[in-house]
């Protein structure tokens, strides 16, 4: 079960999907109940940026999100994309003030290019 898990995962080039973590970061971080976030336009252009970095900031960045995922399984039994969003802000939350400066570093892209992202396609402009 839990291999099956870990294939379907994986796009067909065998990297990890990065789209259900960055959706949950993007829920996580932008959207507040109060005003509606493009949370699926946002994460597929974040995506889209990630994949387009150069190759050592890209692995850097998909290596980050892979031990951001199973790092939810060390504090809560289950990984991030498989979390309630409660769960996922305080995983957010543990991270944004980590004495690891990757770990925030992290975090702080995703917020800020979220923020960037979101308000741009509110504005009809794609980013």
């Known amino acids: 079960m839990l291999l099956g898990t870990m294939v379907?995962?994986?796009?067909?080039?065998?990297r990890m999907r990065i789209e259900p973590v960055v959706q949950g970061l993007v829920s996580?971080?932008?959207a507040d109940g109060q005003n509606p976030v493009p949370v699926d336009s946002t994460t597929a252009?974040?995506?889209?940026?990630?994949?387009?970095?150069?190759g050592f900031m890209?692995?850097?960045?998909?290596l980050l999100l892979f031990v951001?995922?199973?790092?939810?399984?060390?504090?809560g039994g289950r990984r991030f994309q498989h979390?309630?969003?409660e769960t996922q802000q305080c995983r957010i939350a543990e991270w944004a003030s980590s004495p690891i400066g990757p770990c925030r570093d992290?975090?702080?892209f995703h917020r800020k290019m979220g923020v960037f992202v979101a308000l741009s396609i509110e504005a009809g402009e794609t980013p």
Do not use: Q
């Open 106 to 108: 992290m975090v702080e």
């Open 58 to 62: 890209r692995f850097g960045m998909r």
């Open 28 to 30: 996580g971080l932008l």
């Open 83 to 85: 979390s309630t969003i």
């Open 68 to 75: 951001f995922d199973w790092y939810g399984v060390l504090r």
């Open 45 to 54: 252009v974040l995506v889209r940026k990630i994949d387009n970095m150069p």
């Open 8 to 14: 379907k995962d994986f796009d067909y080039e065998g």
